[in-house]
């Protein structure tokens, strides 16, 4: 947690990171979202007349969520305190916000950053919400994941959410180019690199301007130094890429080949294979959250009612991810796929989902019977709404013949139970259902 009043002298960019000694210290130098920063853009034109209220910026990692906020930090004349979710607690921001409450007293407005908001449990987050409702702070808070699940309702309803772009090739070619030339970065070093290179650095990377940066300066370092000038050949650059590219590409094929293979191993209830594919993905640097969202998916896709467990398997193993992070997650990740490859399975959710899907691209329009139907008005009542409605829990069966589907599909039947499994049991239980209903019908 550090304030900032000042921009950073010269000298406190050596030793650090080439993204770090790159990074923008005005608009100008930003690079991309110019859907928030082009000219007349509402955010730009915060900024630039100084009237920031509470916001949040919401995109992938390596967009300039942080670099938004420290240009703020030196076009405003407000205190700015950088505070971080990793690092403080209730504590911490609760002696912040005494001290904002002070400068407020003075006429000093605070504006404090909160760098990965969406690590902050409820309380936390909590803490912050009287001091933004008074005005004693504005809050600019950053996260990679959808403020909309991460962020507590009543602090998001009183924040303005921006969503970043992943930066397309052509800007992070402009960047690595300017790391190049600027003094800052390699300007004094004259290196050589051709721009086959340069490319395949940019499609590495994946719109994500800190890895590329941090890619660059990889392979300068790796470079062949001569007499006053550095040169990077196209097959160390391919060096470099190799390298890292389990730790970068996500989104290559060999990424979805994985997943793949981790999504069958655990459908033809290999354990074994399963663990090891999940383990390949990890450490290869893959999010663990996106692992544990394919396994929740998997427990309704393959599982479903066969063992409806799985998705409690598999939800306590996506918050336990979320809470603990990698490496220590790897072992909750584990418990989960081996349940699933060692659970009875049944497709019969997907294919229920499926065939509805299809009824629906033909009969997009079907409307809705005229006995389930709500009638909160006399008008509605009028015109029959909810006539006929016959309330289950009325009967002793707990059940009636009313029809609920629509008339041109009066009869189709989209749920298949298969006999693997808990779903026995209910496909036992529906056979049942639909036989009293026809029963009843006639």
């Known amino acids: 947690m550090s304030e900032t009043l000042l921009p950073p002298e010269e000298p406190s960019l050596a030793g650090q990171p ?11 130098e930003i690079v991309g979202q110019q859907h928030l920063l082009g000219p007349g853009k509402v955010l730009r034109r915060l900024i630039s ?34 505070f971080s979710a990793v690092t403080s607690g209730i504590k911490e921001i609760r002696q912040v916000m005494l001290k904002a409450e002070e400068n407020r007293t003075y006429g000093v407005r605070t504006i404090v950053f909160v760098d990965e908001i969406h690590r902050f449990n409820k309380a936390q987050q909590d803490a912050f919400l009287p001091f933004v409702e008074k005005g004693s702070i504005v809050l600019i808070g950053a996260t990679t994941e959808n403020p909309s699940f991460e962020v507590n309702s009543a602090l998001l309803s009183r924040c303005k959410v921006f969503v970043l772009q992943a930066l397309t090739k052509e800007d992070i070619l402009t960047l690595l ?26 499609d590495f990377c994946n719109g994500d301007a800190r890895s590329a940066l941090s890619t660059l300066e990889m392979v300068v370092l790796n470079g062949d130094a001569g007499e006053g000038s550095i040169t990077v050949s196209d097959e160390i650059v391919a060096q470099c890429l190799s390298r890292k590219n389990l730790m970068y590409d996500k989104d ?56 409806p467990r799985a998705m409690e398997v598999a939800v306590a193993a996506y918050q336990a991810c979320h809470f603990i992070g990698v490496p220590e997650c790897n072992v909750h990740l584990a418990e989960a796929v081996v349940y699933m490859s060692l659970a009875s399975k049944s497709n019969a959710m997907e294919m229920a989902v499926m065939e509805a899907r299809e009824a629906i691209e ?13 009638a909160p008005t006399r008008l ?63």
């Open 18 to 28: 080439l993204a770090a000694r790159m990074r923008p210290a005005s608009l100008d």
């Open 362 to 374: 033909k009969e997009p329009d079907a409307p809705v019977p005229l006995v389930i139907r709500n």
């Open 252 to 307: 290559g094929e060999e990424h979805y080949n994985i997943i793949s293979a981790l999504h069958k191993s655990m459908r033809n209830s290999d354990p074994d294979a399963a663990v090891y594919w999940m383990m390949r993905m990890l450490e290869g640097g893959e999010d663990p959250l996106y692992i544990a969202r394919r396994v929740l998916r998997f427990a309704a896709e393959d599982v479903g009612l066969a063992d």
């Open 49 to 82: 007349s100084d009237v920031i209220s509470s916001m949040i910026f919401w995109g992938p990692p390596g967009v300039g969520k942080t670099t938004l906020a420290r240009v703020i930090a030196l076009q405003t004349r407000a205190t700015f305190i950088d």
């Open 177 to 202: 180019r300017r790391a190049l030339t600027d003094e800052r970065g390699f300007g004094r070093d004259h290196v050589e690199i051709s721009d086959t290179a340069l490319e395949s650095i940019a």
């Open 380 to 442: 509605m009542k009028e015109l029959n709404y909810g006539r006929g409605y016959q309330y289950a829990h009325d009967y002793e069966e707990k059940i009636t013949a009313m029809q609920c589907l629509p008339d041109v599909l009066k009869d189709r039947h989209f749920y298949h139970p298969t006999t693997q499994g808990q779903e026995a049991r209910y496909k036992e239980r529906l056979e049942q259902i639909l036989a009293w209903k026809k029963e009843h019908r006639k």
